[in-house]
């Protein structure tokens, strides 16, 4: 394993374990609403038609957005023009504040890597649980790369996104700390309900939709979206890194 790869492991590992649903005894447990719930038989239920928008390159695209790190970020195109309306809108509410991206696009490998820290971060935490019960908590918060519908980042529709003010330092959100994740936590302090909210009005101004598990991933296009908007059908299935575009057409 290259350095590189090691601390992308690390960083996710870290993450990942800050995450876990840990009072989870059973499947039941893990969607305490499950209407809201968006398991993978829900998901398989919404059609994808593939509307073929090529990925492209988010610091052409969306000149006025910021970035986590100096790697490659790729989103489809549609979903990139509605990355600046969004910046936009919160432009307008905030002059100064930026919508950080923290991920974009993933390849199907660093989608794999992702879900495989994360079921051995729960089995490490629950090894009682069963095989299903580990994969199911794990694909909570990083969609399985083996499912029937593409995971939201290999789409190329879904952004993991904050806002960070005029010295781009992020903008409080909340603790950090299992259970604060979900866009609504009713434990959440009324700074981070207000900051959480300035960011909700600027992404659905340009169409995404937020998965209520985690307040800092969007998406727009893929199946989630098609679930929660109940849009007709999905218009991104997975996408490939290979006919990425540097310029927007
Ligand atoms: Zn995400």
């Excluded at 052409?60 to 957005?65: E, G, K, L, N, T």
């Excluded at 100096?70 to 989103?75: K, P, R």
């Excluded at 909700?200 to 969007?218: L, T």
């Excluded at 218009?235 to 006919?243: C, D, H, K, P, W």
Aim: net charge positive; proline share 6%.
């Amino acid at each position: 394993m290259t350095k590189e790869k090691e601390q992308l492991s690390h960083h996710a590992q870290k993450r990942t374990f800050r995450l876990l649903p840990l009072r989870a005894r059973c499947a039941e447990d893990l969607y305490p609403d499950p209407h809201n719930a968006e398991t993978l038989a829900r998901l398989d239920s919404v059609s994808i038609q593939e509307c073929g928008e090529p990925l492209v390159d988010l610091r052409v695209a969306c000149p006025d957005i910021v970035f986590a790190s100096d790697e490659l970020y790729l989103l489809r195109a549609g979903a990139a023009q509605r990355l600046t309306l969004a910046q936009e809108r919160l432009n307008a509410a905030t002059p100064g504040c930026r919508i950080r991206v923290g991920d974009a696009f993933r390849s199907s490998e660093k989608q794999a890597r992702f879900y495989r820290i994360a079921c051995m971060a729960v089995r490490v935490l629950r090894p009682y649980w069963s095989r299903s019960l580990i994969r199911e908590a794990a694909a909570r918060f990083v969609a399985s790369p083996f499912a029937n519908t593409p995971a939201p980042h290999l789409t190329g529709g879904a952004v993991d996104v904050r806002i960070v003010n005029a010295e781009r330092n992020p903008i409080w959100m909340g603790p950090r700390h299992v259970g604060f994740q979900r866009f609504d936590c009713p434990e959440l302090d009324a700074g981070a309900r207000s900051n959480r909210d300035l960011l909700r009005i600027a992404m659905e101004s340009g169409g995404f939709s937020n998965y209520p598990e985690e307040w800092w991933h969007w998406s727009y296009g893929d199946s989630g979206w098609a679930l929660r908007t109940g849009a007709e059908c999905a218009i991104y299935g997975a996408a490939s890194q290979g006919a990425h575009q540097t310029n927007l057409p």
